[in-house]
């Protein structure tokens, strides 16, 4: 597994960006993903979760309802669809796996990271 995260970019509240997490070995499409942020100064948290096929997905309370997790297994991408963005989004925000297909809502479970893409919300 080989993860790559893009889509940031410096956008003003209320917008939407959509983040996209893809594996370039193309071997992620049984593993359970998600999607983290750390703000400067802060711990990183878990944002978003999916299981393998989709079928089972976890959000944090901070984001339930403006972000959606999706993925496409055939184009081995995981997508975070952000709307309502707020400046307390801001952060830089990564892409994991883990080895179990399940939802996986622990951040040590997960054993493969991106490199992360910056999202700034202006006000």
């Known amino acids: 597994v080989q993860l790559q995260a893009s889509g940031g970019g410096l956008v003003q509240a209320g917008s939407s960006l959509r983040l996209s997490c893809v594996d370039s070995?193309?071997?992620?499409?049984?593993?359970?993903v998600g999607w983290f942020r750390q703000a400067p100064g802060k711990e990183r948290e878990i944002v978003a979760a999916i299981n393998w096929n989709g079928g089972s997905t976890y959000y944090s309370d901070s984001v339930k309802g403006r972000f959606t997790i999706s993925r496409d297994r055939a184009k081995n991408t995981v997508y975070l669809q952000t709307n309502s963005l707020k400046p307390e989004d801001t952060a830089v925000y990564y892409c994991?796996?883990?080895?179990?297909?399940?939802?996986?809502?622990?951040?040590?479970?997960?054993?493969?990271w991106g490199q992360g893409t910056l999202v700034t919300v202006s006000s």
């Open positions: 070995r193309r071997t992620f499409s049984n593993n359970g």
């Open positions: 994991a796996a883990a080895r179990s297909a399940a939802l996986v809502t622990t951040r040590t479970l997960y054993n493969y």
